[in-house]
């Protein structure tokens, strides 16, 4: 693997509801947290809380600002460094440009899913694809995953995180941890 310029999304809209309708989804703080100290841990560059529902980015900024400003950053350290890895964006677009304009270099989007698609990559393939001239950003869905729409516009597609059983129906938290794990230890 090269050097770690890859970024997360946690996608709020466009994502699915359990219908297949395109909605725009609520907040989980715990996956704020859970997944800042993820992304802590494996070096990611930053993690963008992807949402245009200004309700949303009202209580995003407000964990956030609790955990690295407040009290919970001055009583919990670790947990601070990890939370300052987050902004708030209201597009996937907004979140490329901000990489982009940041490393001044092209921006390579990749999807994830739990359902198979065609061209999928493994997450051992896709870290051994890396090239220091581009950065990745890795497009996590919330509710019940990423639209069709939103995957078929990413550069690239990451296989399903998938056990020993039929069941499959991780929270985005632990898919997160599971791939990052995949992408690093290689």
Not at 42 to 52: L, Q
Not at 68 to 81: C, K, T
Not at 160 to 172: A, E, F, M, Q, R
Request: aromatic letters at 6%; one cysteine or more; proline letters at 3%.
């Amino acid at each position: 693997m090269l050097e770690n310029d890859i970024y997360l999304a946690l996608i709020h809209s466009p994502v699915v509801n359990k219908k297949g309708e395109t909605i725009a989804s609520a907040l989980t703080t715990i996956d704020m947290h859970d997944i800042a100290r993820a992304g802590k841990t494996f070096g990611v560059k930053g993690i963008f809380i992807v949402t245009p529902l200004e309700d949303q980015k009202v209580l995003a900024n407000e964990v956030i600002d609790h955990w690295i400003r407040g009290a919970g950053g001055r009583i919990n350290p670790s947990r601070r460094q990890a939370l300052e890895l987050l902004s708030i964006v209201s597009s996937f677009g907004e979140a490329k440009q901000k990489i982009a304009g940041k490393n001044k270099k092209p921006v390579i989007s990749v999807a994830t899913s739990a359902a198979d698609h065609k061209g999928s990559v493994s997450a051992e393939a896709f870290s051994n694809k890396l090239e220091n001239k581009f950065s990745y950003v890795i497009a996590f869905g919330t509710a019940w995953g990423l639209s069709d729409n939103f995957i078929k516009h990413c550069d690239m597609i990451l296989e399903p995180v998938k056990g020993n059983t039929g069941y499959n129906h991780l929270s985005v938290r632990s898919a997160v941890s599971i791939l990052l794990d995949r992408i690093f230890r290689v």
